[in-house]
């Protein structure tokens, strides 16, 4: 009888300990599940931060200044910018090209939808 009620002593403690495991497996999944979807949150947000700039200018024709404000947040932030302006240097725009129309455009965007290419066309 002695080693029945040890066998079940030892039958129990596995039981336990499966339990004490698959509880530990349980709860990490739902914290992973949980950081993972947390992650899509925050890459979303922050995509949508970066395009909020490029899409507040309507897409059509745009002024000089707003042309040249687009030009530097593209260089800075590593966008391409095909730029189609015959006698506009934008390095050193002069102040009658300010008030130049220009054609804006976002090109395409990348896999996650940032922006990757706008074009400027006089």
């Known amino acids: 009888m002695e080693n029945a009620s040890k066998a079940l002593v030892m039958a129990g403690a596995v039981l336990i ?3 004490v495991i698959t509880l530990a497996l349980y709860v990490y999944s739902v914290f992973s599940s949980y950081a993972n979807t947390m992650e ?3 890459s979303a947000s ?3 931060s970066f395009n909020r700039f490029y899409e ?3 897409e059509g024709t745009i ?3 707003d042309a040249l404000n687009l030009y530097r947040k593209a260089c800075d932030d590593d966008v391409v910018v095909h730029v189609d302006t015959p006698g506009v ?3 050193d725009l002069q102040l009658d090209q300010y008030l130049t129309e220009f054609t804006y455009r976002i090109e ?3 896999g996650s939808g940032r922006v ?3 074009s400027l066309v006089n």
């Open 17 to 19: 300990a499966v339990g």
């Open 108 to 110: 395409k965007r990348d």
């Open 89 to 91: 240097d934008f390095e």
């Open 46 to 48: 922050q995509v949508e």
């Open 116 to 118: 990757a290419q706008i």
């Open 56 to 58: 507040s200018y309507p």
């Open 63 to 65: 002024r000089g200044v």
């Open 40 to 42: 899509t949150v925050y």
